[in-house]
């Protein structure tokens, strides 16, 4: 009976090096297939986070806008966030500009940017550029 154990025991190897390296190759190639993928929802998800903002920003302009009837004289505040320098570009009587420009924080470059521009009739027109 102890034999028989014993012979069993000697039968069973562990994992070859061939195996090893398969299942490294195939994590690999998951891990490269996957990554993009992260990275783009990653993005998209900053994305958001500065259109929210800048929906913020709309809100307080339109405001300053329906009280004296023009966009001139308003100097509104922004909040900076950890990937976004949020600013009032040129706010005149009929348009005030907004933008969010991208800090050089992973996985913003640095040269993105969302530019919102607010015109009197209520309407915004929204631009970005460097993704």
Known sequence: MLERIWKARRDERGFTLIE?????????ILLALALPQYLGTRKKALVA?????????????????????TFTGFSGTAADSKHWTYSYGSCAD???TMVA???????LTGNEFVQVVLSSDGTATVSSGGF
């Open 20 to 28: 090893l390296i398969m299942v490294l190759v195939i994590l690999g």
């Open 49 to 69: 986070e500065a259109d929210q903002n800048l929906q913020e920003m709309r809100t307080q302009a339109w405001l300053h806008y329906v009280e004296k009837n």
């Open 94 to 96: 009929d348009t005030c």
């Open 101 to 107: 420009s991208a800090k050089n924080v992973a996985p």
